[in-house]
């Protein structure tokens, strides 16, 4: 006779992550409502200079239409490292206690970066570069997000595509260093004049946090 052993089947709970997938298009949709003209100019970000031009006042960083597109940034942002900390073995992309962490982190991470850049700007005479040069990694990142939205959907409920995850790291290192490069174009200048301190912050608050968080991932 011969004996059937039957394991159990573990289904990994996913509901919390299509409900954060819903609110998340829900917000992008309330923010073109609300700013149809904001949105449609944002969308255009990367074949025009026009949101950048427009929108340059450093009070357009507190607006409504940046803290709802923020959340959305978190949000997606988070989905797409818990989802590559999953293809390389270090987590489960199911797991919402440690995509919790994830959010929590990288939202106070870049708020903080943000303010600790004000204060650097204030300190070594570069405000207008340092509010400049945030608005539009601010831009350029919420832009990634929303494009990230439709691929983490598909990657978070489909086994992982090793040329997909690839190529978007390599899109978003590509667009980052774009964004670098434009800010350096438009104030070349200033940055010249202050050569010595612009070194300095891309050293302290442009590579040093970056590499921190790959020694943390890797090592611990």
């Given at each position: 006779?011969?004996?059937?052993?039957?394991?159990?089947?573990?289904?990994?709970?996913?509901?919390?992550?299509?409900?954060?997938?819903?609110?998340?298009?829900?917000?992008?949709?309330?923010?073109?409502?609300?700013?149809?003209?904001?949105?449609?100019?944002?969308?255009?970000?990367?074949?025009?200079d026009k949101y950048?031009?427009?929108?340059?006042d450093s009070s357009?960083?507190?607006?409504?239409?940046?803290?709802?597109?923020?959340?959305?940034?978190?949000?997606?942002?988070?989905?797409?490292?818990?989802?590559?900390?999953?293809?390389?073995?270090?987590?489960?992309?199911?797991?919402?206690?440690?995509?919790?962490?994830?959010?929590?982190?990288?939202?106070?991470?870049?708020?903080?970066?943000?303010?600790?850049?004000?204060?650097?700007?204030?300190?070594?005479?570069?405000?207008?570069?340092?509010?400049?040069?945030?608005?539009?990694?601010?831009?350029?990142?919420?832009?990634?997000?929303?494009?990230?939205?439709?691929?983490?959907?598909?990657?978070?409920?489909?086994?992982?595509?090793?040329?997909?995850?690839?190529?978007?790291?390599?899109?978003?290192?590509?667009?980052?260093?774009?964004?670098?490069?434009?800010?350096?174009?438009?104030?070349?200048?200033?940055?010249?004049?202050?050569?010595?301190?612009?070194?300095?912050?891309?050293?302290a608050l442009e590579?040093?946090?970056?590499?921190?968080?790959?020694?943390?991932?890797?090592?611990?």
């Amino acid at each position: 006779m011969i004996e059937t052993i039957l394991s159990p089947r573990v289904i990994e709970p996913k509901d919390w992550a299509t409900c954060l997938f819903i609110l998340s298009f829900a917000l992008i949709a309330i923010t073109k409502t609300a700013f149809e003209t904001r949105f449609n100019d944002f969308m255009r970000i990367l074949v025009s200079d026009k949101y950048i031009k427009v929108y340059k006042d450093s009070s357009y960083l507190m607006s409504g239409f940046t803290v709802l597109l923020f959340v959305v940034q978190v949000i997606s942002f988070s989905f797409f490292i818990q989802i590559v900390l999953d293809y390389f073995g270090f987590s489960s992309k199911y797991d919402w206690i440690n995509f919790i962490r994830i959010f929590v982190f990288f939202g106070v991470f870049v708020l903080s970066k943000f303010l600790i850049e004000k204060i650097i700007g204030t300190i070594f005479n570069i405000e207008e570069f340092t509010e400049q040069f945030n608005l539009q990694k601010v831009s350029y990142r919420t832009f990634i997000s929303i494009l990230l939205l439709p691929i983490n959907i598909y990657l978070f409920y489909n086994n992982s595509s090793d040329l997909l995850i690839y190529c978007v790291i390599g899109a978003i290192l590509i667009i980052n260093l774009l964004t670098y490069l434009v800010s350096l174009r438009i104030y070349q200048n200033l940055v010249i004049g202050n050569l010595f301190y612009f070194i300095l912050y891309l050293c302290a608050l442009e590579i040093a946090p970056y590499y921190f968080i790959y020694y943390l991932i890797t090592k611990l």
